[in-house]
């Protein structure tokens, strides 16, 4: 996936606007790259109380898979500021 998919689908995630299947896909797409700015992107999402529980699973399974990928764990305050969106609907992998 090269940056300008990256950076499109970045854009489709954040967007309050747009479809939530689009939102859903974009964040189950995301899983694919190692870019920073969508793994902060997807962390964002995920502990959004705003944002509909489809997407923030997606979004934290996504997350799951890059962390498993790349065996770069989220830090103590990214754990933190996802577990209360978390809730029992998805885990984030940590290598282990």
Not at 63 to 88: D, W
Request: aromatic share 2%; glycine share 8%.
């Amino acid at each position: 996936m090269d940056a300008q998919q990256v950076e499109a689908l970045i854009t489709v995630l954040l967007d309050r606007g747009a479809d939530i299947g689009a939102r859903d896909d974009a964040a189950m797409d995301l899983y694919a790259t190692d870019d920073e700015q969508a793994r902060q992107a997807l962390l964002t999402v995920a502990i959004d109380s705003e944002t509909p529980e489809m997407v923030q699973a997606s979004a934290g399974e996504s997350l799951g898979q890059i962390v498993a990928r790349t065996g770069r764990a989220l830090s103590e305050e990214e754990r933190t500021s996802l577990a209360p969106a978390a809730g029992s609907e998805y885990e984030v992998v940590q290598p282990g």
